[in-house]
């Protein structure tokens, strides 16, 4: 059964930065094809996509927002986590974690995470 | 302003048909036969429905199908129940610059 999971603070001050973890369990990060991104919904907008761990440990960003973003991961516990800087009301959103499977699909999705951004 | 283009809203009867447009470009929807459809209820992750332009993962219903032509991708519902009502999300690969892109969302009302 593959699951994924996010966790972190559901409340952060602008210019902080955020700290998101997605743990999951069914899956290896090191298969070829596979990988883990994140992608956030802003309330009553769209889904965006945010970055993408391959299973090469190569990792690619949304143009828009590579210079606040850093992907990394944690083989020995399943985790795959995402640091967002300098935060601002603008990033409220539910942040959610999914598989990435062959042909750029996401075909698990975590149950995702409201962070609200508010001093 | 998402990357690709999606009418903010469909509807149909339940037992109609209802067809919902992708439109991108030649860098990504024209590109490539990448493109995604997920389904989104309130308060719920998003489920992908269609994959690779119009395979169905398991488990989803053979209602839901996808085509492409040009860099226009379209998501048809047929046979339409109450359940199908739900936001709904194209993506498309966007090459090395950009993973992947979304759409602005759907909103599909089930009359």
């Known amino acids: 059964q593959i699951t994924l999971k996010e966790s972190g603070p559901t409340l952060v001050k602008p210019t902080q930065t955020l700290t998101l973890t997605c743990t999951f369990s069914g899956f290896s990060v090191t298969t070829s094809g596979l990988g883990v991104g994140w992608i956030r919904q802003p309330p009553g907008k769209a889904l965006e996509w945010l970055a993408l761990?391959?299973?090469?440990?190569?990792?690619s960003y949304s143009p828009s927002l590579k210079n606040r973003l850093t992907i990394t991961k944690d083989t020995s516990k399943n985790q795959v986590v995402l640091t967002m800087t300098n935060m601002d009301p603008v990033d409220t959103a539910t942040y959610y974690c999914?598989?990435?499977?062959?042909?750029?699909?996401?075909?698990?999705w975590g149950q995702g995470t409201l962070v609200t951004v508010s001093s | 302003q998402s990357a690709l283009t999606q009418p903010p809203s469909a509807s149909g009867s339940p037992g109609q048909s209802v067809t919902i447009s992708c439109t991108g470009t030649s860098s990504n929807v024209g590109g490539y036969n990448y493109v995604s459809w997920y389904q989104k209820h309130p308060g719920k992750a998003p489920k992908l429905i269609i994959y690779e332009v119009s395979k169905r993962p398991s488990g989803v219903p053979d209602r839901f199908s996808g085509s492409k032509s040009g860099n226009t991708a379209s998501l048809t519902v047929s046979g339409l129940q109450a359940e199908d009502e739900a936001d709904y999300y194209c993506s498309s690969h966007a090459g090395s610059n950009s993973f992947v892109v979304f759409g602005g969302g759907t909103k599909l009302t089930v009359l």
């Open positions: 761990l391959y299973w090469d440990d190569d990792k």
């Open positions: 999914a598989r990435k499977n062959v042909a750029a699909r996401f075909d698990y």
